[in-house]
Nanobody, 127 residues
Framework: QVQLAESGGGLVQTGGSLRLSCAAS????????MAWFRQAPGKEREFVSA????????YYGDSVKGRFAMSRDNAKNTVYLQLDSLKPEDTAVYYC????????????????????WGQGAQVTVSS
């Protein structure tokens, strides 16, 4: 099973920025499908962003498109999520997730497509 370790959460003011990191174990990281989800108090877990092997596209949820950017560094077995122009409604626990295979497009945004999850990183945006 792939182990994931997130870092980089914190408290920031509206309009500020943060960068989250997620380091993964395993020797075939470059072939993994990686994603970020978030969950605010009292709400369901929500898709934020994803990348997959062999695909130059990065997928985003509608609420973060144009403000967040996901990237991966295969040499470091790490994915990043750059959060810019943060709003109070971005406050949530952010989770990194992985599927060891290349997901089909229709599965990329689905929670059940991912087999391993990180412990979560708290992001709090003050107004």
């Amino acid at each position: 099973q792939v182990q994931l370790a997130e870092s980089g959460g914190g408290l920031v003011q509206t309009g500020g920025s943060l960068r989250l990191s997620c380091a993964a174990s395993g020797q075939s990281f470059s072939t993994y499908s990686m994603a970020w989800f978030r969950q605010a108090p009292g709400k369901e877990r929500e898709f934020v962003s994803a990348v997959r092997w062999g695909d130059t596209n990065t997928y985003y949820g509608d609420s973060v498109k144009g403000r967040f950017a996901m990237s991966r560094d295969n040499a470091k077995n790490t994915v990043y999520l750059q959060l810019d122009s943060l709003k109070p409604e971005d406050t949530a626990v952010y989770y990194c997730a992985v599927n060891r295979n290349r997901l089909i497009t229709s599965s990329i945004r689905r929670i059940e497509s991912y087999s391993s999850w990180g412990q979560g990183a708290q992001v709090t945006v003050s107004s």
